[in-house]
């Protein structure tokens, strides 16, 4: 069984703090990662992917994998009240699809 | 360059009725899924189609079908409707540069009464 888990929050950061994103999955043989953003009644938005172990940065996100540990994770520097969102993990096993954690519900408090 | 889209925005269908969504990928992507997201769930996936053919399925039951066209652009059926399966159901198309990157569309939110 191929799965990814997320704690699912809430997690409440204040404002200009940095907000960290956890995920582990299940299955050694996967090979991206990808983290998505999604607001209230509205569809995923890709924030950011990465398919080496290592970080990997753009902007004030920053992805970390670690493939011994089955572990990736997002930072977010300078947390905006518009990063409060759910944050949902992604793993992909070559095109056949993305398994997708429940997401964590991140609240920015100003 | 415009995103995935999807329609109807929303449906709302009675027990038994069957349900038709419709998907047009990003121009230049040949690869569309479809997951289904309920309500405090997670997106599960349902179905992914490239060429022209169904590639893999997810652990859904047949009522739920759908084709993918000569324009890459795909419909997703759902026969037999249950009260169940109200969610927003998502498209996605890949990038076909970059391994298993998923654009989303708004999705449909199906309500079955």
């Known amino acids: 069984q191929k799965e990814v888990e997320q704690n699912s929050g809430p997690l409440s950061v204040p404002e200009g703090a940095i907000a960290s994103l956890n995920c582990t999955y299940s299955?050694?043989?996967?090979?991206?990662f990808f983290w998505y953003r999604q607001y209230s009644g509205k569809s995923p938005e890709l924030i950011m992917f990465?398919?080496?172990?290592g970080d990997k940065e753009d902007g004030r996100f920053t992805a970390q994998l670690n493939k011994a540990s089955q572990y990736v994770s997002l930072l977010i520097r300078d947390s905006q009240p518009s990063d409060s969102a759910t944050y949902l993990c992604?793993?992909?096993?070559?095109?056949?699809?993305?398994?997708f954690g429940t997401g964590t519900r991140l609240t920015i408090i100003p | 360059e415009a995103g995935v889209t999807q329609s109807p925005t929303h449906l709302i269908k009675t027990r038994g009725q069957q349900a038709t969504l419709r998907c047009s990928p990003i121009s230049g992507h040949t690869s569309v899924y479809w997951y289904q997201q309920a309500l405090g769930l997670g997106l599960q996936f349902l179905l992914w189609?490239?060429?022209?053919?169904?590639?893999n399925r997810g652990n859904f039951p047949p009522r739920f079908s759908g084709r993918q066209f000569p324009n890459y652009s795909s419909e997703l059926n759902v026969n037999a409707l249950e009260l169940e399966d109200s969610a927003l159901y998502l498209c996605a198309s890949r990038d076909p540069r970059s391994t298993d990157t998923q654009y989303f569309g708004p999705g449909t939110r199906l309500t079955v009464l």
């Open positions: 299955d050694r043989g996967s090979q991206s």
């Open positions: 992604a793993v992909g096993f070559g095109n056949e699809k993305l398994t």
């Open positions: 990465i398919y080496s172990n």
């Open positions: 189609y490239d060429e022209g053919e169904e590639r």
